[in-house]
């Protein structure tokens, strides 16, 4: 690369792409997947250092093991991967979707806010909270993208 090649890696401001966060985020999309089907409340999905973050709390032991079972299926070293994922507490009683309201939800392929509303709350037709919440990014309930990281209020 010459002195006057742009560096594709990095944006204007000198800070990562969004090309290397989709790149893993792809990669360990079956342990994002897994987390939000088990009721682990995902708090953050970022780039940091060039390695994906993943700050999470899962609702038990048994659910933060097999998130981390899936972490080593995805990449044994999971050398380009910093996750901390707790456990709450007193959520050992809490159920997986439905007591799981609050946090926040990264938007999958096929999602809706209803599909998102049922999983949290249990009722389909709460979807407007989940929109009121997130008026900052959304500006129309039927438009959500995969890779959007909605706040779940209460």
Known sequence: MGI????????????????????????YDPVIRLMHST?????????DGG??????????????NKIWDQIKAV?????????EITVGAGAAGAGAAAGAAGGTYTVQKGDT??????QYYG?????????????DQLKDPDKIFPG???????
Do not use: M
């Not at 009722?123 to 008026?135: G, L, Q, S, V, W």
């Open 39 to 47: 009721g682990v409340q995902v708090q953050t999905v970022d780039l």
């Open 4 to 27: 006057f090649d742009k560096d594709k890696s990095k944006d204007a401001g000198g800070a990562p792409s969004g090309d290397q966060l989709a790149k893993l985020r792809h990669k």
């Open 75 to 83: 990449d044994p070293t999971y050398s380009d991967l910093n996750a």
């Open 148 to 154: 959007q990281v909605l706040k779940i209020p209460q």
């Open 123 to 135: 009722d389909p037709n709460k979807y407007n909270r989940i929109f009121e919440a997130n008026r």
């Open 51 to 64: 390695k994906l973050r993943l700050r999470a709390q899962a609702p038990s032991n048994e659910v933060k």
């Open 113 to 118: 806010l209803s599909k998102i509303s049922k």
